[in-house]
């Protein structure tokens, strides 16, 4: 079977990505940055690269998404997977589009099917429309993202602006008529980006059988469910062994907010300031992480949780001119509290938000990441070695969509690693 490689343009994505394809049976390793996997290729069936890129310039989200495809391709990938959110996170100019297009230049291939559907999740494509849960994505929270406001629909008028390719779509009456249909379909659709509508797990298998033959696929972790790998028992153990744990919320979604809302009544908290981040941004760090080392030693198996934005709370409205805006300023914070409580003890990190996991991995120094037990659809408990301080250590991290898990997440998603 070829190796599989993927390119996820946020962390939590390249884990979502990962659980599902261990899920059905390949031995997936997760890679930080364009290196190449440390681990024998002999023993995996897919690469998933974890970038930064979904909200980076698009220059820099098509130089890095290269840069990825071509480690990817030197170690013997014959296939690539081009992973973005199910919600389709975007811009008018990128970089969904913009990083297909490359993909498929680079590779000398005309087409690829677009599919963010997973229903697991709640996204569903219909008539080229995606909806999250019963809302036109367009009237979902999303339509307010920070970074990525979501404010149609239509994934076609979405795509357009951002690719070179024409973008076609397939309905339902062809992915429900088989995979033969739709592959005569694509047949036919000459150099494109192919939306395919999918509202069931059954969609998403036709298109996958309709897809087998494809050097490049793109959508969501959704699609991967239609895969199967060689080695159904891949999953690995993500333990890291017991140490004290916290949860670092820097998601803005409502799906977060209502979660951090939840928590505030069973865990010690502290929401970050940004008033106070901008006059002393180390004095206030120092204050997060004395907080929790407090708390760990007032209750060591109760984590603290360190958020963000809560229910009805709104970011910074202005940036003060030449600061530091408000959204990155949270997520640097974030990242240095993880390292700064990492070093004296820290063994358990859920962290929400892809932004903010992208900035926590890094500032933990680590290189690839092991997929573990699954708390919620998407969302995996990893095991990786980080290195702080020069001192090498494992940790258990989870790494949450901003949109993905239960209301509970916070309190019961550390039950998978006892």
């Known amino acids: 079977m070829p190796l599989i490689g993927a390119i996820a343009d946020d962390f939590t994505g390249a884990t979502d990505l990962a659980t599902m394809l261990v899920s059905r049976g390949f031995r997936t390793a997760v890679v930080i940055g364009t290196a190449a996997p440390a681990e024998p290729l002999d023993e995996l069936d897919a690469v998933v690269v974890a970038l930064k890129s979904r909200t980076a310039p698009v220059d820099d989200a098509v130089r890095d998404s290269l840069a990825a495809l071509r480690a990817l391709r030197t170690a013997g990938c014959e296939r690539i997977y081009v992973k973005y959110c199910s919600t389709f996170d975007s811009t008018p100019t990128g970089n969904i589009g913009p990083v297909v297009d490359a993909v498929l230049d680079e590779l000398g291939a005309d087409r690829a099917v677009v599919v963010p559907s997973f229903p697991a999740t709640g996204r569903t494509v219909h008539r080229g429309h995606l909806f999250v849960g019963d809302q036109p994505l367009a009237e979902s929270p999303m339509r307010d993202h920070p970074l990525t406001p979501m404010r149609d629909s239509n994934l076609l008028r979405l795509l357009a602006p951002q690719t070179r390719r024409p973008v076609r779509l397939i309905g339902h009456d062809v992915v429900r008529a088989g995979a033969d249909a739709v592959r005569d379909e694509l047949a036919g659709t000459g150099s ?174 680590a290189t690839a990441l092991h997929v573990g037990a699954q708390i919620a659809p998407g969302v995996p408990w990893c095991r990786m070695e980080s290195h702080v301080d020069g001192q090498d250590r494992p940790v258990d991290v989870a790494l949450k969509s901003g949109n993905f898990g239960g209301i509970d997440i916070f309190t019961t998603a550390w039950d998978a690693l006892s």
């Not at 897809?211 to 153990?237: I, K, M």
């Not at 502290?270 to 007032?298: N, S």
């Not at 360190?306 to 959204?327: H, K």
């Not at 820290?346 to 962290?351: G, I, N, Q, S, T």
């Open 192 to 365: 494109a980006l192919v939306v395919v509508d999918a509202a069931t797990d059954a969609d998403l298998k036709t298109i996958a059988a309709a897809t087998a033959e494809d050097p490049v696929l793109t959508g969501g972790a959704g699609l991967a469910l239609g895969l199967t790998g060689p080695h159904p028992d891949s999953a690995r153990a993500s333990s890291a062994g017991a140490g004290p744990a916290v949860v670092l919320a820097g998601s803005a979604s409502a799906a977060t907010r209502n979660q951090v809302t939840h928590a505030k009544s069973a865990l010690p908290h502290r929401k970050l300031d940004i008033a106070a981040l901008r006059a002393d941004f180390d004095a206030a760090v120092a204050d997060l992480v004395e907080f929790a080392r407090a708390r760990w030693a007032a209750d060591p198996d109760l984590p603290p949780l360190i958020y963000a934005v809560g229910v009805g709370d709104e970011l910074e409205a202005a940036t003060p001119e030449g600061a530091t805006p408000a959204g990155e300023l949270l997520e640097r914070a974030l990242a240095r509290c993880a390292s700064e409580l990492v070093a004296p003890g820290a063994r358990r990190l859920l962290v929400a938000g892809g932004e903010t996991s992208g900035a926590v991995v890094l500032a933990l120094g």
